[in-house]
Every structure is written in C-alpha cells, then in structure tokens.
Antibody, heavy 122, light 107 residues
C-alpha cells in the first residue's frame, strides 16, 4: 500500500524558515517524480514544486521560486521542501503527491498524503 | 506557465448529468487529469490521460478532451459525488498546473 506522510508544519513568523518532509513507502520511490501541492484555507489547489526521479530536474511555481528548495533522498525514500523567507500568503495545507507515471514529468498525481499545515503569522 | 479555467460551480439533481469544463491554451498538447476533493480530505484522482479511469473509480465518471478544453462528465450523479473537482495538466517545462476548481452541488 502506498503511503505518504508529511511532517514539519507549524506556526512560523514572516521571514523565517521551515522545512517540510514527506516519508514514502509502498512503491519504488526512485522511479517517480514527486511533488508538493498546497491549498490555502478555503482556496483551490496550487502546484508548488516537483523533483524528478533522479533529482536531475527541479521546477517551482513562480510564487515560491528563489525562496523554496525541493530535494529528495532516494535511499531514505523521503522528500523535503525547504521554505525560506516565508510570507503570510504561504499559509496553506501542504500536500506531498506522487506522479502516477514512472520516469516522466507532469503526469497525474495518483497518491497524496494527508497534508501538513503551515501558518505564517506574527 | 498558463492558466486552467473552470466554472466556479455546477448544480445538478440526483440522477442527472454534470459536466465540468477546463480550458487553457497549454492543454492542446498535454493530457488532462481530474481530481475529486471532498471536504476535509485529500484529493483523489478520478480521470487520467484525458479519459482513463483509475481502478476503483465508478463508471459514471468519464472524461474527454478536444483542442484546448477538457471535460469531466458525471453521469447519473449521486449525493456522494458532491465535492470540489480540479483539472490538472502539465507545462512544457515539466511543471504542473491546476485548474481553478469547480464545486459540484447535488440538489
């Protein structure tokens, strides 16, 4: 059974940093692009970032480019999101999601975690 | 990147058909994916590659695509189908883009 478990969320002041993690199990982690998707309270889904199966390609939404860094450790089957210079508009539930098609980009996300809540407020 | 536009809401009576569109200039050469999100839950993939249904998704969910528009159709809507629905596609730089979302209300 595929499982994705996020951690690391919490309350943080504007301008500070936070690191999110996602622990994966139940599939061949190193074959799939992994993603972070967020959802602000009462709003829609927003793609944040993706990292390819071999870490050779990382892409970011314009809203987080230069502030967030995605990374993965295939040996540990983990996905991280380092978030710096946080802003109130980064407040959201952050989901870890797995691409459905191996060794590809931008495919559908067939498994999602339950999310970790990040609140940016003074 | 480009935007994917969906109607904010769709209302349908039980047993009727709901159709949700998703339009965007970048969709003409990319697949469309559809997600259902019920209140307080993570999204669930209901259609992939324009018109394929994952295992476990009821047959009343179907998808189609033409040009720059994709459509999710729910035939014989049931009360349990009340949820938010999002389309998603890919951009040329390997990023992903989600639609604006549609709230489906079953009357």
């Amino acid at each position: 059974e595929v499982q994705l478990v996020e951690s690391g969320g919490g309350l943080v002041q504007p301008g500070r940093s936070l690191r999110l993690s996602c622990a994966a199990s139940g599939f061949t982690f190193e074959h799939y692009t992994m993603n972070w998707v967020r959802q602000a309270p009462g709003k829609g889904l927003e793609w944040v970032s993706s990292v390819s199966w071999h870490s050779g390609r990382m892409v970011y939404a314009d809203s987080v480019k230069g502030r967030f860094t995605i990374s993965r450790d295939n040996a540990k089957k983990s996905l991280d999101l380092q978030m710096n210079s946080l802003r109130p508009e980064d407040t959201a539930l952050y989901y870890c999601a797995k691409d459905m098609t191996p060794v590809s980009y931008g495919s559908g996300k067939d498994h999602w975690g339950q999310g970790t809540l990040v609140t940016v407020s003074s | 990147s480009y935007e994917l536009t969906q109607p904010p809401s769709v209302s349908v009576s039980p047993g009727q058909t709901a159709r949700i569109t998703c339009s965007g200039n970048g969709m003409s050469n990319q697949y469309a994916y559809w997600y259902q999100q019920k209140r307080g839950q993570a999204p669930v993939l209901v259609i992939y590659k324009d018109n394929q249904r994952p295992s476990g998704i009821p047959e009343r969910f179907s998808g189609s695509a033409s040009g720059t528009t994709a459509t999710l159709t729910i035939s014989g809507v049931q009360a349990e189908d009340e949820a938010d629905y999002y389309c998603q596609s890919a951009d040329s730089d390997a990023s992903s883009v989600f639609g604006t979302g549609t709230a489906v209300t079953v009357l």
